[in-house]
């Protein structure tokens, strides 16, 4: 058989965790598995000692395409991807211009990122009280979802949900069998303490608005209105170990609700921010270093369905302001979500593969529907990642493919280095060398089989 490319070698992640194996591509799909594979190929692939990872899927990235290419775009955001591991994304309805809010909207965000990403790319659209007639809209052309929020966005226009708009939104998109994804804090509680203790000082006064109770008291309503709306609930970047019990309690009780977290959380505790400041605030903020531990564990005990990056960008300027609560809340950082996971869970909290594999590829993929591996099997469409897990780096700014290019993640010392990323069997990204051509494609969530 000849090959369109063979994989030598390595150490390949399957549902019963790593086994040595050769790996075959051929036509876009993974096509033999086995150790000495017969056959000659059109590329080999030499991985000894390297791990051979389902590519990752990143649902939750702000690539800000089109409109606001001084952040961050989807060509610089797709290859600082494809060089962390990652195959395919999810852009967010924000913060490009204009929000992702109708068809015409979707469309533009369709032309501007054609022909640019480097890995395969998919879009959410926004549920706010001004679209909830656009929803029907954006369901056909191909969202995996809705993004709303429970409190300020950010961006004026895109604005948050009440009660009422939720429940509606949920039955919408339950007719399409899409989720809502939710930025859950809880609103009337920030403006509380805003008007107790102002809105202006450093970070210290900042982290005192924002505090976990506020993500307790959003996602304990979010489930109220999930009881009797129906459908579907994924939460967004979960800080608060509270919440993940709530969600898991919610599971139990039948609800359809998920939840993800993101590497900040998991990399840092609130001492961060004496040493690098706004460069590290995001909402809700990086917590106590009992939260980041708790998290952890309730991560390794498999109460947290998957892991993005929530990559937020902005100019550098805009991360360093007197005043902290004038600062761009997001943090920089899909290029580092796999380095996180395998420094952090795999190398010294004992994640293991398979573990991480569901928290990047599979759990994601089964939730948004969209195609993909969740390990390395016979059959899966050829997206992966070569990671030599001994290699040992500190990331530098050099190292970095965002548009700006700075990160909370420089400085950070990791263990285990993407060596190749192949999307649909081609090779797009091979030790600091992209493919020409960038050559994702717009995927939409696959039909349903129930
Ligand atoms: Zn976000």
Redo the contacts with the bound molecule.
Sequence with gaps: MIHDVLIRDGLIAASEGLKAADVGIRDEVIAAIGEDLPGKAVREIQAAGCWILPGGYDS???FNDPGRPGWETSWHGSRALAAGGFTMYSD?PLNSIPLTLDGASFDAKLEATRGRAFVDYSFWGGLTPDNLDKLEELAERGVVGF?AFLCNSGIDEFRPVDQETLYRGLRIAAQHDLPVFL?AEDEALINERIHTLGSSGGYREFLATRPEEAETRAVEAVIETLRSAGGRVHI??VSSPEVVRLVARAKHEGLNITLETVPQYLAFDQSIFSSVGGFAKSCPPIRSRESQEELWKLLLQGDIDSVSS?H?PSDASLKQRDNFFEIWG?VSGCQSTLNTLISEGVHQRRLSVEALCRLIAGNPRKLLRMPGPAFIEIGSQADLTILDPEVTFTLREDDLYYKNQFSLFTGMRFKGQVQTTLNRGHVVYDREVFSEVPEGRFIRPTKNDV
């Design positions: 939750h990235v702000h967010m993004k930025h967004a970047h929530d937020s997001g």
